[in-house]
């Protein structure tokens, strides 16, 4: 059986790459910069007003570059996950969508499915779209650079109605869901009433197969929607798979 078929939008992936080297160099000349600043007392206020922000934008700046940085990323980790998957499936990276980027998007027989993703780790509370993640002190200190919880609620309320709308744009007819995933392996969720699936990453290949087919939603439909998602620059696809040609005997 062939594996789920992968589209990536690789030219989002360096321009993010990019961004977040920016950030973190920018918030490091100010962190540095204030220790010069700082020596006249007369500049004693502007220096602890430009030293935060360096603080904020050195932050923001590493906590990107980890995250496109990372080997394996996001994407790979569900991609290695869904190996498994036969290739009816297909899942594009970072499609642009509308006014924003969804990051991961599964097109399947039944429908399209928005996954949001998160790869904390700890023990993660969620009370209907009310998330938290526990930890103080010295841990929230050192992981303030690194992945944070956000909101998977809103983020996959805001990503299901922007591709909802992208598709009506398209005049395609095709349910959209969402579903929220915790990639890393050491996370441990207590999850009551959430709005969206709440999934372990080792669960998604279960749950895309429990995913009831839509019978309308013919294979060239599904075509036609992979094509528009993979619209840009630099989008890695999958290969289309060539015939091998019979091998013919020479006579004896």
């Known amino acids: 059986m ?3 078929r992968v589209v990536r939008h690789n030219g989002f992936i360096k321009s993010r790459k990019r ?3 920016w950030v973190a160099l920018i ?11 700082a020596l006249n007392p007369s500049y004693i206020l502007p220096a602890y007003g430009m030293m935060l922000i360096g603080f ?44 924003r980027q969804v990051e991961h998007v599964i ?23 009310s998330w ?4 103080a002190g010295l841990r929230r200190f050192f ?8 909101s998977p609620s ?7 109605a922007e591709l909802d709308h992208f598709l009506e744009e398209q005049s395609l007819s095709v349910d959209v869901e969402a579903a929220i995933v915790f990639l890393h392996p050491q996370v441990h969720l207590q999850v009551e009433a959430p709005s969206y699936p709440v999934l372990h990453l080792d669960e998604v290949p279960g749950f895309l197969q429990q995913l009831a087919p839509d019978p309308t939603f013919t294979s060239s439909e599904r075509d036609r929607l992979v094509d528009l998602l993979a619209e840009g620059e630099e989008v890695e696809r999958p290969m289309t798979p060539q015939m091998r040609r019979p091998v013919k005997r020479r006579a004896a």
């Open 19 to 21: 961004r977040a080297r």
């Open 154 to 160: 809103r983020e996959a309320s805001e990503g299901e």
């Open 107 to 129: 097109v399947h027989p039944g429908g399209v499915l928005v996954l949001v993703a998160r790869e904390i780790d700890g023990d993660v509370f969620a009370n209907g779209d």
């Open 27 to 37: 918030g490091f000349a100010l962190l540095t910069s204030t220790l010069w600043i």
């Open 2 to 4: 062939n594996c789920m």
């Open 132 to 135: 938290r993640k526990t930890g």
């Open 56 to 99: 904020i934008l050195f932050n923001m700046g590493m906590r990107q570059l980890g995250k496109w940085s990372r080997n394996p990323r996001n994407d790979q980790l569900i991609d290695n996950e869904l190996r498994i998957v036969s290739d009816k499936y297909f899942i594009v990276h970072y499609p642009p969508i509308g006014r």
């Open 143 to 150: 992981t303030f650079s690194g992945p944070q919880l956000g």
